[in-house]
């Protein structure tokens, strides 16, 4: 029995040693096509050191510090592929071969020398802190996934309450208790056996000095941590995109506009609602075949039937709707009042919650508009030209109840909500929702992009039935406003390219709800104007009469809800007055 032990116990090391180099050469092995020659032969002369290594070793004990090493090796290289996607980086590997032989080589030679514990806790530290990274890698990678440019702006973003919520809420669990426990328990278990005294054979140094050379020379080489490059990459970026937007909303803030705002009430609240590249042509209380709005067209709402955006690019467009430049005064951007400003000035709360990109080329001019608000939340964490999402529009419902629990009934309040709604890719925008639409012969015959399309339109539906019921019972609700910032194209593949410019594109859904703090006036003239033509840069002094704001930068007649509103079809146009509504095929009928 003892005898049998004993050869269990000589058997069992080298046992393991193998199967953990073989999952080791298992991570790195098919990347050897895709790389140069120089890179493949260092990887598999470096790897071969660590057998080598291994069975010249006599000492159980050491055998079970080199086990060790490889092993922290083995994950810290599983982790690092996988959370940086980076599954052919030769030379990171052979980097990270190199330090580990080194590290394992070094406190083996320094055990043989008196008075080097010091040194030797110093190598234990290094070890910890590799492993503790490890963790980290690995861990993110199992919760998250791989590394892409959400998680880093995520992690700009956010701030140590976050931090700690985020941590309580989501990543405190089980799953976590168990790998820091895993974790912690091995690397005790390496000191335990690394701090033990032993008799290591003969260590042929030309291992140590070919460590060295491989180290210095694959470190050395461009491709080295690609992984960590392009995160480093993508911290440049996020900082590049936040400092373009600081300047636009450093030149905003340098506007000396001599202007008053008075509002003619209190305790009222309007919310507005902008919406992303909804064609009008596909809402069902627009006339399409597709039920796609059956709580809009059930509702007691006021649609216009004639509104058009003022461009066909988000920027483009806001940056007129909420400000006082539009089509028809020549007014510059950074020359006019905003409607935030406006409302600031006449002592409304202001507030912004948007699932849109916060700062990028595309999106600066209307995010310095939102930065204006008493109160700015973005959930959407990318920066830059992005179209992606963390979380759906419906996220926006939770984010506006947990900001009405907080505010003061007794003022004056103005909410906007910025959608990511229907903009491309369709089928991103409704991911993991189900959202069942009628069968019809027409999805039979078209791609699946018309299907989804149809599918946020209806999602945007929901998310407007659900803002209207969380609001209309809020002591002194006046009016839910909705509109899109431009159409699409969606049956010819178009888009919303201002270069292949069609009338779907710039067709606009505008809706208004009204509560009992509205004057019965103002919505009797706005049922008077649903029919006449309306471009959404006129949205400023449309939201102007609507709340009631008394100032000396409304225009009347560029306000749908006022008796003077005049937009003559001969003068009325979009894509910023390239193109004249009067041509536009629809018109023409």
Not at 116 to 134: D, E, M, N, P, S
Not at 310 to 317: C, L
């Amino acid at each position: 029995m003892i005898n049998a032990y004993k050869r269990f116990q000589r058997y069992i090391s080298p046992f393991i040693f193998v199967l953990l180099f073989c999952i080791n050469i298992s991570l790195w092995i098919r990347g050897l096509p895709s790389n140069p020659i120089v890179n493949s032969l260092s990887i598999l002369f470096i790897s071969m050191l660590w057998p080598l290594f291994f069975f010249t070793q006599k000492s159980v004990v050491v055998k079970r510090v080199v086990i060790f090493h490889l092993l922290i090796f083995t994950v810290g290289l599983y982790s690092y592929q996988r959370f940086f996607d980076a599954e052919t980086e030769l030379t990171t590997f052979t980097v990270l071969s190199c330090f580990w032989l080194i590290t394992l080589i070094s406190l083996l030679e320094l055990k043989k020398v008196e008075r080097t514990k010091v040194i030797r806790w110093g190598f234990y530290v290094l070890v910890g802190a590799f492993w503790l990274v490890t963790f980290g890698l690995f861990f993110t990678y199992k919760t998250y996934g791989d590394l892409d440019k959400g998680f880093i702006f995520a992690l700009m973003q956010t701030n140590p309450n976050e931090s700690l919520e985020y941590f309580l809420d989501v990543l405190w669990n089980w799953q976590l208790i168990g790998y820091v426990s895993l974790f912690i328990g091995g690397f005790f278990f390496y000191l335990k056996v690394a701090s033990r005294s032993y008799r290591s054979s003969q260590i042929p140094y030309v291992l140590l000095v070919i460590s060295f050379l491989f180290l210095g020379i694959s470190s050395q080489n461009e491709s080295s941590f690609g992984g960590v490059k392009r995160a480093y990459g993508y911290v440049k970026e996020y900082q590049y995109e936040l400092s373009q937007l600081q300047k636009v909303i450093s030149e905003r803030q340098l506007l000396n506009h001599q202007y008053s705002a008075v509002a003619t009430s209190e305790g009222k609240l309007h919310i507005m609602v902008i919406g992303e590249s909804l064609a009008k042509s596909h809402l069902s209380s627009y006339g399409y075949h597709v039920r796609t709005t059956p709580w809009i067209d059930a509702s007691d709402k006021i649609l216009f039937t004639n509104a058009y955006s003022n461009h066909t690019h988000t920027m483009e467009s806001l940056s007129l709707a909420l400000t006082q430049s539009n089509q028809y005064n020549d007014l510059p951007y950074y020359e006019s009042v905003s409607l935030i400003s406006l409302l600031n000035q006449a002592k409304f709360q202001t507030a912004w919650l948007s699932n849109q990109v916060s700062a990028s080329e595309w999106d600066n001019l209307v995010s310095a508009l939102a930065y204006e608000s008493s109160y700015v939340r973005f959930i959407n964490n990318n920066v830059g030209k992005s179209d992606r999402t963390n979380k759906l529009d419906k996220a926006l419902i939770g984010e506006l109840s947990q900001y009405l629990a907080t505010i003061d009934k007794t003022k004056n309040h103005f909410i906007v909500l910025h959608m990511m709604g229907s903009h491309i890719s369709y089928c991103d925008r409704v991911k993991g929702e189900n959202i069942e639409l009628p069968e019809n012969d027409f999805y039979m015959t078209s791609d699946k992009d018309l299907r989804c399309y149809d599918q946020t339109v209806k999602s945007t539906d929901n998310f407007l039935n659900k803002i209207f019921n969380l609001v209309k019972e809020e002591k002194g609700f006046a009016s839910l406003t909705y509109f899109s910032d431009h159409g699409e194209d969606v049956i010819n593949g178009l888009g919303h390219d201002a270069k292949q410019f069609t009338e779907a594109m710039s067709e606009i859904p505008f809706l208004i709800w009204t509560g009992k703090g509205v004057n019965n006036k103002i919505r009797e003239q706005l049922m008077r104007n649903r029919h006449k033509i309306f471009t959404n840069d006129l949205i400023f002094d449309t939201m102007i009469g609507l709340i009631g704001i008394e100032n000396n930068v409304y225009q009347p007649e560029f306000d749908v809800s006022s008796e003077q509103y005049y937009l003559p079809k001969e003068i009325a146009a979009t894509l910023h007055n390239k193109v004249l509504i009067s041509r536009l095929p629809g018109q023409k009928k």
